[in-house]
């Protein structure tokens, strides 16, 4: 390299640190301060806990004075939910439109993409009456079947183009040997997809583990709160007692950076493999 | 779809066919229509029809769209939300997507080490929840911790301090630089990827002409991944018009102060569900998100006829 070269590399470098910094040191502020007394956090906010700062009192009155863990269970099951009949059924979708004829397949295939491009939550009062009718009001299976409907377009766009993929000659050899047509999709195909789950995951799970809005106008009772909406109120609740707001938002930021920095090379790879093109 | 996808299939018997199709399609296009199309669709008609205090419904075409645009009551907050609306989205695109837009090009220039790294970090506000956002630049930005004024101090422009959530001048711009801040991974992540995509022959051949980075960034990389900006920006419209979780829980639902932040999904909701200041109103909550589904229909019929037709496709 020459020198030229080094010092422009080192600029780069001092650009992309800056903005890194400024991408986490938020978070990171905000989950140090959490383990903090009170008096640390306002008088050396920027300075990390030690023996005489440390402190849980924060954590302590979060699980002592809200149903913490209820909602991250409520979180955990919608998601999770959610996610495993957003991939079965647009992978099993995704199939049929992609391997067989049928008149009326593209005009269905747009008519699945709508969702992609248009908000559900415009039809927000219509699934409210619809919930409160079918006696669905308050409960979780009302979200999943929001997040479902909402999930699908963008997991049939993606595993289309990855089935698309798929060597023909796998599914017709199996179709000569008289393999039935749903085992060739469980057996043969699916298994196939595993790559493509994680870019499915990133545009499934994020939105629903983060929505607030369906969460705030289809559940009312505590029992039925996720983490984004017990914790939006419990800070709403608490806004002077720093300790407890500190700690409530690290504890909803925590889990989702570990699962991120777990999976972080997966979901990249699936963002920049060319997912949405 | 155009090819008979594979000669075996297009030798179905129909009946076993129409029964394949049931048995996949049937899940997908049942949850799907049930609880996101027929949803839209009943919102829009249910935006013709009042309700009187009693609960009962009666048509009346197009009246409410007259009061919502017409009646001062509601035609103030309503211009006002969707002003706000466009501010934030103006903010969105001369903020987050240029940024985006100028990371990925450093992320693709070669030799640098730690991609990965910085790209794992810069997304990672766009993984969490906004509300979780909201509240915790709310908290840094709030002169009661003194961690932003602090940090101005520190450099020697403690003076340029001001409760910018706080004020009716700034609270919007501030709002929306935070939801810059947190999706700025999006932008970043899309372009790095069709920068990627460029193949190497095209590069090498603008370097051995004796172009600079610089150039045959703004010259030869960045009019290959047009189409992917342009997609990025209807993507952040989209995004930006049905907005509301940050406003939300950071301003809460009369998104203030004196709903100087007030946009679209906010004043949606508050028709919608009411609060302090007003009752919920069902059919007139429904009329908000027809007018906000023809605006986000407008802005993707724009996209589509002047912006896609016009954008040529380069294959590699």
């Known amino acids: 390299m020459t020198r030229d070269q080094r010092a422009r590399s080192i600029g780069v470098h001092l650009v992309l640190i800056a903005y890194s910094l400024l991408a986490v040191g938020p978070i990171l502020l905000v989950v140090m301060n959490s383990f903090k007394v009170r008096s640390a956090i306002f008088g050396s906010p920027l300075a990390p806990p030690d023996a005489s700062t440390f402190s849980l009192i924060g954590y302590e009155k979060v699980f002592r004075s809200s149903h913490i863990l209820l909602y991250y269970s409520n979180s955990l099951i919608v998601t999770l939910v959610s996610m495993a009949l957003v991939l079965l059924f647009g992978a099993m979708a995704a199939w049929a439109l992609t391997e067989y004829r049928f008149r009326g397949s593209t005009a269905l295939a747009l008519f699945l993409s709508i969702g992609i491009m248009v908000p559900i939550r415009l039809g927000s009062v219509a699934i409210l009456n619809m919930m409160r009718s079918a006696g669905l009001n308050d409960t979780l299976t009302a979200l999943v079947l929001v997040y479902v409907a909402q999930g699908l377009p963008m997991s049939i766009f993606i595993l289309s183009e990855f089935i698309q993929q798929i060597p023909k000659d796998l599914r017709d050899a199996a179709r000569c040997d008289g393999v039935p047509e749903t085992r060739i999709f469980f057996e043969v195909v699916a298994p196939l997809l595993r790559p493509a789950i994680a870019t499915v995951a990133v545009f499934t799970i994020v939105p629903i583990w983060n929505d607030l809005w369906f969460p705030l106008i289809l559940t009312s009772s505590d029992s039925t709160h996720t983490v984004t909406l017990g914790v939006q109120q419990f800070l709403g609740q608490y806004i002077t007692d720093w300790n407890s707001v500190l700690a409530a938002l690290s504890m909803a930021i925590l889990p989702v950076v570990v699962i991120y920095v777990i999976l972080s090379r997966q979901l990249i790879a699936g963002l920049t493999s060319g997912a949405v093109k | 779809m155009a090819e008979p996808i594979s000669h075996v299939t297009a030798q ?53 769209f007259a009061t919502l645009l017409g009646d001062a009551l509601w035609s103030k907050p309503f211009w006002n939300a969707l002003g706000n609306n466009l501010i934030f989205f103006v903010v969105h695109m001369c903020v987050q997507n240029p940024v985006g837009i100028a990371l990925a090009g450093l992320l693709s220039l070669p030799r640098v080490r730690l991609k990965g790294f910085y790209r794992t970090v810069m997304f990672l506000p766009t993984m969490l929840s906004v509300v979780i956002v909201g509240f915790s630049w709310n908290l ?18 403690g003076s340029l301090f001001a ?134 229909l407008l802005g993707l019929c724009l996209y589509l006829f002047l912006v896609q037709r016009r954008i040529r496709r380069y294959a590699f």
Do not use: C
């Open chain 2, 163 to 296: 409760p910018w959530l706080g004020l009716e001048s700034s609270a919007l711009v501030t709002l929306s630089l935070i939801s810059v801040w947190q999706f700025v991974g999006i932008p970043m992540m899309l372009v790095y990827a069709a920068l990627l995509n460029i193949p190497e022959e095209l590069i090498d051949a603008a370097r051995v002409d004796g172009l600079g980075q610089f150039r045959i960034f703004f010259h030869i990389k960045l009019p290959l991944v047009l189409p992917t900006i342009s997609l990025v920006s209807v993507l952040t419209f989209v995004a930006n018009f049905n907005a509301f979780d940050l406003i939300y829980s950071v301003k809460g639902a009369l998104a203030g102060p004196n709903f100087a932040t007030d946009i679209l999904g906010t004043f949606f909701y508050r028709t919608f569900f009411g609060n302090q200041l007003q009752l919920g109103n069902p059919t007139m909550g429904a009329a908000v998100a027809t007018v906000m589904f023809f605006i986000i």
């Open chain 2, 140 to 157: 840094i930005l709030s002169p009661l911790w003194g961690v932003a004024s602090g940090a101005l101090k520190a450099v020697g422009l």
């Open chain 2, 12 to 64: 179905m018997p129909r009946a076993k066919l129409a029964g394949l199709l049931l048995f996949f399609l049937g899940p997908a296009v049942v949850i799907y229509s049930l609880f996101s199309i027929y949803p839209l669709v009943a919102t829009m008609a249910l935006s013709t029809y009042t309700s009187d205090p009693s609960g009962a419904r009666s048509f009346v075409g197009l009246a409410n």
